[in-house]
């Protein structure tokens, strides 16, 4: 009986797992801790008020929250929100109402000015996934620029997609780094049958990226080309990536054109014409200049003592007259 025991345990092999397999797994591990505030919060948030997300808005906040990599869900960011919203607004609320019965606390007016105040930031919590995929867009913009050229720098010379992805990998320096690595780690392991398939599926994440999308589609093209062809089509897969990296500039700088020209208007014409106007405003009005924003109250006591001064000279010089004429 002990015999078959044995065989029992020597016929099941131990799971086997490699170094780099471990380390992997590490990796990923410390990944999906929350690290910034915002994850802690919504990690927190989700132990103590459960607010459910389903249709359309739930797909779009897990969309942007794994476009960003963003250690969170959508219920978490929900009931982040709805949670802040709850603690801030019961303290004013019982202050108003306090303030109604006619015991100490804060004016309904006052009140509802703080919360006006407070609901855009409550707005901004919400969509702060949606924002940090779009820094995050903008940041990895020039890297899938730099990905294409160096895989196109590689296939030049070996016609070879996998080589060219590691190739890019190691040159490479910022955000997109993990994830051309966790992809040709999906096609180690398996999940992809080829380099090709996977990379086709992480193309379609950058769908909104047209260009992205056309020039994988000629570095894949290219490997079943001639020589002449291939070299031909590498080329226009960079010129297509750099001609929509142009353009996505472009558009960047138009969009930036009207709050610029907002701050500008805000901050330097307002300020200006108000220099210009208090002064006008001041004669026409018949306003004394203590009434204005560009007079300070030491000049004006200063002034006021230099008038009375003045009168007091002025009243002793006349009786000196008198005396003189009188004599």
Known sequence: MALRDNRRSLAVPGKIE????????????????????????????????????????????????????LKATPEGVASLTVLLGVVVSLPLLALAVSNFLGYPGLPPGQAAMALLVFLPFLVYLYNYPFHLRKMYEIETGSEIVNMILYMAIYMRNNPNLEGAMEFSAENLSGKLVYELRKLMWDVEVGNFVSMQDGLLAYSTKWKENREFLESIDLLIGSLSQTEERRLTMLDQAVQVILAGNRESAQHFTQDLNTPVMFLHAMGIILPLLGFVMFPLVSVFLDVGPSHTFLHDKRNTRKEAGDVQQNRHNGESGSSQIRQIFCR
Not at 49 to 66: C, P, R, V, W
């Open 18 to 69: 490699s170094r780099e397999y471990k380390i992997f797994k590490e990796e990923e591990k410390l990944k999906t801790l929350p690290v910034s505030i915002y994850e802690k919060a919504c990690r927190f948030s989700l132990r103590l008020l459960t607010i459910s997300m389903s249709g359309k808005e739930k797909e779009k906040m897990q969309d942007a929250i794994d476009f960003s990599h």
